[in-house]
């Protein structure tokens, strides 16, 4: 089973806030962390870490704060996930940058394993935040 460590479930979880509340103004790290309910100092991390690689944009001073640096259309799930897990690999031997295996050439099983990777992020990065959003919003007018 591949798992999502708490880094990246709040790493989606601040991606998805920033879409909705995506008006072009910077969100302060205090308004994200009071409604996702997740410490800011544990946001603070995992924020510059996306800030870093590109995904949000960052003010500092008086009215700044964080926002999307694209259109939520453009952010896949996968590569939210893959950005703050490093990797998303079901087993240690598809780990990005990991060792050859030198049991690969028998290995019954490595099939197996590469075609649920090639599953799960083929599914992943077909979901945008966009969806999620809609998502929720089709949620809530179904009530």
Known sequence: MVMVSTRGRYALRIMVDLAQHNTGEYITLMDIANRQGISE?????????????????????????????R???????????????????????????????????????????????????????SVTLADLIEQEKNAASEE
């Not at 998303?88 to 990005?96: D, G, I, K, M, R």
């Open 41 to 69: 100092k544990y946001l603070e991390s995992i924020i510059s870490s996306l800030s870093r690689s590109g995904f949000l944009l960052t003010l500092r001073g008086r009215g700044g704060g964080y926002k999307l640096a």
């Open 71 to 125: 259109d939520p259309k453009e952010y896949t799930v996968g590569s939210i996930l893959k950005q703050a897990e490093n990797s998303f690999a079901p087993v240690a031997c598809l780990e990005a940058g990991a060792q050859p295996c030198t049991r690969a050439d028998g290995c019954l099983t490595l099939p197996l394993w590469t075609g649920l990777q090639k599953t799960v992020d083929g599914y992943l990065e």
